[in-house]
């Protein structure tokens, strides 16, 4: 479904990719692990077209993508949850999520898709009339999942969705993700909770200094001696 | 005290304070939403007062008929700056500075073909109703004034809902409050912007028909009322279109209660020391900053 | 002895060459130079200026020129900048070495060349930048007609002092615009209050632009006060007519400062602009010799019914200018000053003898608007339309 190759990113001078290669086939939930810096963030924005790639090549569904402005690569179904939740903090959360549905065609389902968001997550119901800025960090990333599920996405990709949040709330988003993927939403899922993330993932990248270093199955990975020793610290 | 006089500055000063609030809401929008501090605003404005005039001349239009030609004629003529002079200059460094400096450039090639046009004299917008009046018991609402304050009611209140209620609207808060996540969602960043700045080039418009129905202008005459833009900006606060509408009642009742306490010569100087204060105290003008 | 010897020489070589030169000069054009505001905010009045300057000399080039020499022009374009003024007016003194200088405008810059005239001892005709230009002990300046707001309302005080007592007003509302041309207004109108005892109930000063004229009509009407002098530009003018009729203030007589003589008083305002009163010191109906011919050439030129009050200036200027070269009979300035000093001129502003400040016996004459023309009401001899008053209810 959406394969990556041999990306080059330059982020001022310095190789930010060098050279990564991925794929997520349709239906997936991969996850993507690394630390801080690794370069995760640099290759979603790089696929969700806010970041110039500067040799590569990504293709979705057969066509290649890079280049493409990041309103159409939303137009093709590729949907990012950025990090850092980037809410329209001034605005209500249904206006957050009325954005979330802002091209036409998620526009033709957004009751549809606003029912669902609410159905997973009722707080927001609640919610619906107060500006986003308003709500707990747990609730803000609740309203970041459910805009982009507002978007109809076929590719869902979260960058660290559990940052900042009490376990509680991160086992509850961990949960809806799984729930979404199993909603047949295909998902690309960055996170530094590594075992929740190699738990509900089939399949895994490990990324350090802009380079793939490891892939393959989630539960491979949960059981490979270096990810256990350097990012589950046993 | 004379209350029938200070309740008259107050009615008159509050319709005068209105039309400089449409004059100004559109040049707080596009600085805080585009961060362009758009120079040749009022130029527009003034544009928007001269076409007014000639339809008025020529067809006998009345001027508020002729938004129905320069609104949209502003907006495409805005489209296009927008396109082919502001984007170039998004990339620089400091779009705030360099923003002024090219509209500044703006203002002065379309100051020079409106004296092309019009001619440097001095315009007057007379209409049927120019010096007609309604009389509420000792006091005077004159009609010029009452179309200016009118037009400026229903002309902020469109921006208003329009960014409120509509999805293009909702779409130009988005962009503003997190560009990034708005293009991640599919809002095209460069249309948005270039509709934003059509919306305020074209609220200028009617806002320069609301100053010609209280003052004479000449093509130079948009210098002086770019005063007011910033008055309007800073007491409203950048991108807040409520805000200018308070601006305007607030700057109106300041200038009516002045003319009506204190020596005539004061008047500007409590204006606009009311600013510096501002300015001063809350630098991010009386109101929240938001759109 | 040699030394004398030598001296002489060389005296006698200076001379020679001097004798050359001025030889020489009688077939060279005589050079008049100096800068208007062809450019920027003044420029439409200066371009008038300069037109009736240029007519001028047309005509005395075609009955052979000043002092038997064709008349140029050596015209700098200021950019509406005093401070440019005076550099162009070095410039043309020092370094284009003109043979006279001619008079600038506005008032600002006429004021700041004043002072360098008078260093490099040029004689100076111009509109002058009001009374105090004109107590600063300048020599070799002249009013000659000058553009003086001390006496703008001198006409109509002379008129009003021609009523009956019972029928002149009594009670005044002045409104005057906080800049030296404002304040210069006020000087006829303290005369008129001490002499014809007519009674100032308010008096405030405004700073522009004027933001609203409502409290100060409201407050003129409340007062009961049946003569309005508005003392401004044509902004905040027309904006005080308007409210007056807005509110339907009808005092006995409007008077307006500088507004109301401009072109566009009467085209844009209408028939409220009628019945204004204000002055003047040059008017195209005056008939004095020379006006016909004037209004003659922007007939034909322009199609204008009678010569823009400016395009009248640069020409009156020229007149005063030329006199004194012809009497003194050549270029030294010191003569044409001394001349001036001494003689009248003629012009088509009327005669004029100047006193030690180069200035004119007062001239000034009531204007009233009447059926959207400026008529001169005041003095009589001049009278081109009775005036209207007390002034008839707004329609």
């Known amino acids: 479904m959406l394969s990556v190759n041999d990306l080059i990113v330059l982020y001022q001078k310095l190789r930010a990719l060098r050279g990564v290669s991925l794929e997520v086939a349709e239906g997936d939930l991969v996850a993507l692990i690394g630390s801080n810096g690794s370069g995760k963030t640099t290759l979603l924005n790089s696929i969700s077209g806010l970041i110039p790639a500067g040799a590569g090549r990504i293709m979705w569904q057969g066509t290649p993508i890079l280049g493409m402005s990041p309103d159409n690569i939303c137009r093709e179904g590729i949907i990012q949850v950025p990090e850092g939740r980037k809410l329209f903090a001034q605005m209500t959360v249904e206006e957050n999520l009325e954005m979330g549905a802002y091209l036409p065609a998620a526009r033709a389902e957004a009751d549809q898709s606003r029912q669902m968001a609410f159905d997973i997550f009722p707080r927001l119901a609640e919610r619906r009339r107060q500006t986003a800025g308003s709500l707990s960090g747990g609730e803000q990333q609740m309203v970041a999942v459910a805009r982009a599920i507002m978007a109809k996405p076929k590719l869902l990709m979260l960058d660290e969705p559990s940052l900042g949040l009490s376990p509680l709330f991160a086992a509850e988003i961990f949960q809806t993700i799984k729930e979404l993927n199993n909603r047949d939403i295909t998902v690309l899922l960055i996170s530094q909770e590594v075992l929740q993330t190699l738990t509900i993932s089939n399949y895994a990248y490990v990324m350090e200094n802009g380079e793939i270093i490891l892939n393959g199955p989630a539960k491979e990975l949960l059981d490979d001696p270096r990810i256990k020793e350097s990012y589950l610290g046993l | 005290m004379n209350t029938v006089l200070v309740i008259q500055s107050l009615i008159s000063g509050i319709m005068m304070g209105s039309v400089y609030a449409l004059l100004g809401v559109g040049f707080s929008l596009t600085w805080g939403v585009l961060k362009v501090i758009n120079i040749s605003h009022a130029t527009f404005g003034l544009i928007g007062a001269f076409l007014a005039y000639t339809l008025l001349k020529w067809l006998g239009m009345d001027p508020i008929f002729s938004l129905v030609v320069s609104v949209p004629l502003l907006f495409f003529l805005a489209c296009l700056i927008f396109r082919f002079l502001i984007v170039p200059i998004t990339k620089a460094k400091d779009v705030i500075v360099t923003s002024m400096i090219l509209t500044f450039g703006i203002a002065i090639i379309l100051e020079n073909l409106m004296l092309l046009i019009w001619s440097p004299d001095p315009r007057l917008l007379t209409t049927a109703y120019t010096s007609k009046v309604l009389i509420l018991g000792p006091f005077y609402f004159q009609y010029p004034k009452l179309a200016g304050f009118l037009m400026s009611a229903i002309g902020v209140l469109v921006i208003h809902f329009f960014l409120k209620k509509t999805y293009t609207g909702k779409a130009v808060r988005a962009a503003w409050q997190q560009p990034d996540a708005a293009q991640l969602y599919g809002i095209n960043l460069r249309r948005i912007s270039m509709i934003t700045f059509g919306i305020a080039v074209a609220s200028a418009g009617a806002g320069g028909v609301g100053m010609a129905f209280l003052y004479s202008f000449d093509p130079h005459a948009h210098n002086l009322w770019l005063i007011y833009l910033f008055l309007v900006v800073i007491v409203g606060g950048v991108g807040n279109v409520l805000g200018a509408a308070f601006a305007g009642l607030i700057i109106g009742v300041i200038t009516g209660l002045s003319l009506a306490f204190l020596p005539y010569q004061w008047v500007n100087l409590l204006t606009f020391g009311l600013l510096m204060v501002i300015l001063i105290i809350r630098p991010h003008g009386l109101f929240k900053g938001e759109v | 002895m040699k030394k004398v010897l030598f001296l002489t020489l060389c005296l006698s070589l200076v001379l020679f060459m001097g004798q050359r030169s001025t030889v020489r000069a009688a077939d060279k054009p005589l050079v008049i130079g100096g800068s208007l505001p062809l450019t920027g905010k003044f420029a439409e009045t200066a371009k008038w200026i300069e037109k009736g300057m240029k007519f001028w000399a047309e005509e005395v080039n075609a009955k052979g020129g000043l002092l038997g020499r064709k008349v140029t022009f050596k015209i700098y374009d200021d950019q509406s900048n005093a401070g440019k003024a005076v550099t162009f007016a070095e410039k043309a003194i020092t370094v284009d070495k003109v043979d006279l200088l001619f008079g600038g405008y506005p008032g600002t810059a006429a004021r700041a060349v004043m002072p360098v005239a008078e260093k490099h001892k040029f004689v100076y005709v111009s509109m002058g930048g009001h009374m105090k230009s004109f107590q600063q002990g300048y020599t070799y300046s002249f009013g000659g007609p000058p553009l003086m707001g001390e006496w703008w309302y001198e006409g109509f005080y002379q008129w009003v002092k021609s009523l009956p007592v019972d029928q002149r007003p009594k009670r005044a509302a ?222």
């Not at chain 3, 008529?375 to 209810?393: D, F, G, H, M, S």
């Open chain 3, 174 to 395: 002045v409104y005057t615009m906080n800049n030296p041309i404002g304040t210069s207004l006020m000087d006829s109108i303290n005369r008129m209050s001490k002499d014809l005892g007519v009674k100032i109930v308010i008096n405030e000063k405004y700073n522009l632009p004027l933001p609203d004229a409502t409290p100060l009509i409201m407050k003129a009407k409340q007062m009961n006060c049946d003569l309005l002098f508005s003392s401004g530009f044509f902004a905040d003018g027309v904006m005080t007519v308007r409210t007056a009729k807005a509110l339907n203030y009808n005092p006995k007589a409007i008077v307006q400062g500088v507004g109301s003589i401009i072109p566009a008083w009467v085209k844009e305002l209408g028939k409220d602009g009628d019945y204004i009163f204000s002055g003047t010191v040059l008017h195209n109906k005056l008939g004095y010799p020379g006006n016909d011919k004037l209004n003659a050439y922007v007939k034909k030129t322009y199609n204008l019914s009678g010569y823009p009050l400016y395009f009248g200036f640069g020409y009156a200027w020229m007149q005063t200018l030329s006199q004194g070269v012809e009497g003194a009979k050549g270029l030294n300035q010191t003569k044409i000053r001394d001349w001036l000093k001494s003689h009248t001129v003629q012009t088509i502003a009327g005669p004029m003898s100047f006193d030690a400040k180069g200035l004119p016996a007062p001239v000034n004459y009531c204007t009233q608007v009447i059926n959207g023309k400026v008529e001169l009401v005041w003095p009589k001899e001049v009278r081109t339309a009775e005036p209207i008053y007390p002034k008839p209810a707004w329609k």
